[in-house]
């Protein structure tokens, strides 16, 4: 069994239900920048699992509505989306962003800045793997805006996590 802690990042559990193996990513905008995830399942496909088995859960983060970044940030996670060559600068990379459906960067009040939605982002690029959206559960709930329920370092500026995930490679468990 794994688990993942997170505060507003996206807790990304993996599970291949044919063979048994996990995953737990922890996929910040730096990490999603990066590509974490689709390397964590470039990992468990080197060990023998097929896209069509995989099934992933998304869970709580900060959402799109209310994480502002710079526009630099957002065209760092824009460039893992973009098609290659067709987009090179940051203005190009935004133009592209806000012609996706359900667009993952939205408009910001402060220049410089934009709404980003890191959840989306890394939908995107499991939808780029061939992952069918159908094989991905993403919680709609909010860490910043939900204050009863998770804590948010955006909001509260504390060093805490919260939300922890096991996921196991057993297809069923015994009872003695």
């Known amino acids: 069994a794994i688990w993942v802690c997170t505060a507003d990042c996206v807790p990304v559990l993996v599970a291949d ?7 737990a ?17 470039a990992q468990l496909m080197a060990r023998g699992s097929q896209l069509e088995n995989l099934r992933i859960a998304m869970g709580p983060a900060i959402s799109g509505e209310v994480y502002q970044v ?3 940030v957002a065209s760092k996670l824009g460039a893992t989306v973009a098609p290659g ?43 780029q793997l061939g992952i069918h959206p159908d094989r991905v ?8 805006s939900d204050a009863d329920r998770f804590f948010s370092y955006r909001r509260d500026r504390l060093k805490k996590v919260q939300w922890s995930g096991i996921v196991s490679g057993c297809k069923s468990f015994e009872q003695a």
Not at 25 to 41: M, N
């Open 17 to 23: 239900d044919r063979t048994g193996l996990v995953a």
């Open 25 to 41: 990513v922890h996929a910040g905008w730096r990490g999603t920048a990066a590509k974490i995830l689709p390397e964590a399942i």
């Open 70 to 72: 710079s526009v630099e």
């Open 85 to 127: 060559g067709a987009v090179e600068s940051s203005t190009d990379i935004l133009q592209f962003l806000h012609q996706l459906p359900e667009m993952p960067v939205l408009q910001d009040p402060e220049p410089g800045k934009v709404r980003l939605d890191v959840r989306r982002f890394n939908a995107l690029q499991l939808q």
């Open 137 to 144: 559960a993403i919680a709609p709930y909010c860490t910043y």
